[in-house]
């Protein structure tokens, strides 16, 4: 009876480190090799109107495509599996408005020009979001696969528009369709997902992507640098690799796939020198 006890604990640890395994190659939808991030946080006193922080962050962006081994930068306010970013309802603007407990939810994430190339996800349909693409400007949207069979299943969603609350209830017109990212956890569902210009919405954050062809690491420091020559006193913090932001996403996986096989070689272990006892 112990025997078999132990071997049942030993076995459901087995499948656990194989799920852990399985997860590990999940794909998130980007690219986490050979990419570096770093976060920004503007603040309020200084950076009050939307243009000086738009200001601001074409400077950084520009100062980091100049570093050596660069390909391409970019930036959004939330970074896929670094924490939960806003979502709200929505509506197709060419159907009858749903009541508001009837109403589809999708994630919003503020992206800056280049940001999908930076992130190395792939542009399916249509287009970036562009420089031009600003607050005098009607609001444009870039969607995951997800959202597009969501909201026009089997029809192409470009140049369509969508009524997104955002405070502003404008119509949003859909300009590139791009493949889908796990946002919250890797072994989570694809949600619906609307990229916003970061130009028509102010934030006062962000997680700034920098793709390079050499070690991410060796350009943490030249890359604190140009933010720091444009505001010496503005913090940056998160400064680290991509992968090690994947690798954060399955901590807690592994913690309990390791607990699991260390308590089932215990649980085996005592079994065999309890029967030896006997």
């Known amino acids: 009876g112990e025997i078999a006890l132990a071997l049942t604990v030993l076995c459901g640890a087995g499948l656990l480190g194989r799920s852990l395994m399985e997860l590990q190659s999940v794909k998130p939808g980007f690219t986490p090799e050979s990419a570096l991030s770093l976060r920004v946080t503007l603040p309020q006193r200084s950076y009050a109107d939307s243009n000086a922080q738009h200001l601001f962050y074409d400077r950084v962006i520009e100062g980091l495509s100049a570093l050596p081994e660069v390909t391409s930068v970019g930036g959004t306010s939330f970074l896929p599996l670094a924490g939960i970013g806003p979502g709200t309802?929505?509506?197709?603007?060419?159907?009858?408005?749903?009541?508001?407990?009837?109403?589809?939810?999708?994630?919003?994430?503020?992206?800056?020009?280049?940001?999908?190339?930076?992130?190395?996800?792939?542009?399916?349909?249509?287009?970036?979001?562009?420089?031009?693409?600003?607050?005098?400007?009607?609001?444009?949207?870039?969607?995951?696969?997800?959202?597009?069979?969501?909201?026009?299943?089997?029809?192409?969603?470009?140049?369509?528009?969508?009524?997104?609350?955002?405070?502003?209830?404008?119509?949003?017109?859909?300009?590139?369709?791009?493949?889908?990212?796990?946002?919250?956890?890797?072994?989570?569902?694809?949600?619906?997902?609307?990229?916003?210009?970061?130009?028509?919405?102010?934030?006062?954050?962000m997680n700034f992507v920098v793709r390079t062809s050499g070690d991410p690491s060796r350009l943490a420091p030249a890359a604190v640098r140009v933010v720091r020559d444009i505001d010496p006193l503005l913090p940056v913090s998160a400064v680290r690799p991509l992968e090690e932001v994947f690798a954060e996403s399955i901590a807690r996986p592994r913690l309990t796939a390791v607990a699991m096989s260390v308590f089932a070689g215990a649980a085996l272990l005592l079994a065999a020198l309890g029967v030896y006892g006997i």
């Open 89 to 205: 309802s929505f509506w197709r603007a060419d159907a009858p408005q749903p009541p508001p407990n009837e109403r589809p939810v999708v994630d919003a994430r503020p992206v800056t020009p280049g940001y999908f190339a930076a992130m190395q996800i792939p542009l399916l349909a249509g287009r970036d979001v562009h420089e031009t693409d600003d607050q005098s400007r009607e609001p444009v949207a870039v969607i995951n696969e997800t959202f597009a069979r969501q909201i026009y299943p089997g029809d192409n969603p470009i140049g369509r528009k969508f009524i997104l609350i955002l405070g502003n209830d404008q119509p949003h017109e859909i300009v590139g369709v791009v493949g889908d990212v796990k946002l919250i956890s890797v072994d989570g569902e694809i949600r619906p997902t609307a990229y916003l210009s970061s130009r028509q919405y102010a934030f006062g954050l």
